[in-house]
């Protein structure tokens, strides 16, 4: 399991359907999303890598589901390594 693009990426497409819905322009919103996408790209260096499971732009699983095991929701936040879990908060 794992992210495909960061924080940043999602921010720029957030910012592009903004534009896009306050002008009802494609074309803007377009314009408007690439030119913050390369302003925020050489942060993206910046990003601590826990971001990418809690704002990644896509994540993607590669396996397959073993129906004879299953995991109870407390086992599952476990499992959560994102920026946020309780071991880096201490």
Known sequence: MG????PEV???WSFKHFIWA???SRKLG???GV???LLL???AGLMAPASMF??????FFLGAKDEASTVTHKELLTLYR???ASSRMA
């Open 3 to 6: 992210g495909i693009s960061g």
């Open 10 to 12: 999602a921010l720029a």
């Open 22 to 24: 306050l002008t009802r």
């Open 30 to 32: 377009r314009l408007a």
């Open 35 to 37: 030119f913050l996408g």
């Open 41 to 43: 790209r050489p942060l």
């Open 54 to 59: 809690d704002a990644s732009s896509a994540t």
């Open 82 to 84: 994102g920026q946020f």
